[in-house]
């Protein structure tokens, strides 16, 4: 199984490493899973609070996704990405399971993912989101079969353990969250 968690310029640095710390760790405990960054360029990629990364894999470079991650962030600059739209329309209609967290969401929406599907994403953009047609739900994450989005970025932690959940098991789903300490009580 291949998870793809796509990186681009002005991406909110949690919104794909909360995501990519529990896919990864999953990884690391099923020799099937394989889980790896996207960026449209071999450079470095400035993300959303200036932190600078190296993708994985390019578009071009990638293996065939199974399973896609699309962080929040400025989604402005791929929502307007005609190629990266068609990707993931393609994506979808060959059967991968897309996943937005946050402002994700409008990536999947302008790629047609969303059509008819309830979903989530930052409390603050749900007016936005569901002004375009989409049914929004206020939940920390919405599963609707082909299609999974989380509300703002921590939120994206819950999806991708939920994610672990409904594709290998409950059990290493808590196995990870564990090895993450992860506690989704908050202290505050």
């Given at each position: 199984?291949?998870?793809?968690?796509?990186?681009?310029e002005r991406?909110?640095e949690?919104d794909?490493?909360?995501?990519w710390?529990?896919?990864?760790?999953?990884?690391?405990?099923?020799?099937?899973?394989h889980?790896?960054t996207?960026t449209?360029?071999d450079g470095?990629v400035?993300?959303?609070k200036?932190l600078?990364v190296?993708?994985?894999?390019?578009?071009?470079?990638a293996?065939?996704?199974d399973?896609?991650?699309v962080?929040?962030?400025?989604s402005?600059?791929p929502v307007?990405n005609?190629?990266l739209?068609?990707r993931i329309?393609t994506?979808?209609?060959r059967?991968?399971?897309?996943t937005?967290?946050?402002?994700?969401?409008?990536?999947?929406q302008a790629?047609?993912?969303?059509?008819n599907k309830?979903a989530t994403?930052h409390?603050?953009?749900?007016?936005?989101?569901g002004a375009?047609?989409?049914?929004?739900?206020d939940?920390?994450?919405?599963d609707?079969?082909?299609?999974?989005t989380?509300?703002?970025?921590s939120a994206?932690?819950?999806m991708a353990?939920?994610?672990v959940?409904r594709?290998?098991s409950?059990?290493r789903?808590r196995d990870?969250?564990?090895y993450?300490?992860?506690d989704p009580d908050?202290?505050?």
């Amino acid at each position: 199984m291949n998870v793809g968690i796509y990186i681009y310029e002005r991406a909110e640095e949690l919104d794909w490493a909360g995501p990519w710390e529990v896919l990864a760790a999953w990884a690391d405990r099923a020799s099937e899973v394989h889980v790896f960054t996207i960026t449209d360029t071999d450079g470095p990629v400035r993300c959303a609070k200036g932190l600078r990364v190296l993708g994985d894999h390019t578009w071009e470079t990638a293996p065939d996704l199974d399973v896609l991650v699309v962080p929040g962030g400025d989604s402005r600059g791929p929502v307007a990405n005609e190629v990266l739209i068609d990707r993931i329309r393609t994506l979808g209609a060959r059967g991968a399971l897309l996943t937005s967290v946050c402002t994700g969401a409008f990536v999947l929406q302008a790629a047609g993912a969303l059509q008819n599907k309830p979903a989530t994403t930052h409390w603050g953009s749900m007016e936005r989101l569901g002004a375009l047609g989409v049914e929004v739900r206020d939940e920390r994450f919405v599963d609707a079969g082909d299609v999974i989005t989380a509300a703002g970025v921590s939120a994206g932690i819950d999806m991708a353990l939920h994610l672990v959940a409904r594709l290998d098991s409950v059990e290493r789903a808590r196995d990870v969250r564990r090895y993450i300490q992860y506690d989704p009580d908050p202290p505050v």
